[in-house]
């Protein structure tokens, strides 16, 4: 009888700590899907940033066009470009939000 129940005893003790270890494990995991949720909001926002800054290299090199070249025909297929760029920014911020 003694056997038995030291045995019971020792799968008892072995299933609570598997236990504890698998309510470690599921912190680990909810600790690392916030983290993993934290880096993709901040991959958004640098893209965000990235576009913005893509944006203004844009208008400055419409800028630079314009004050080297009077060509208006030139000067509408830039400005028209740069509109498409604008459009196509905002609904990406509005499938984001």
Known sequence: MFDFETSLLGIDYKVRKIIEQNNALKAEVARLNEA?????????????????QKEETN?????????QKGDSAEIKLKINQLIRNIDKSLSLLTQID
Not at 36 to 52: A, G, P, Y
Not at 59 to 67: A, F, P, S, Y
């Open 59 to 67: 208008i400055l090199k419409l800028r630079n066009t314009l004050v």
């Open 36 to 52: 993993n949720e934290e880096l993709r909001e901040t991959i958004k926002n640098q893209e965000l940033t990235i576009n913005q």
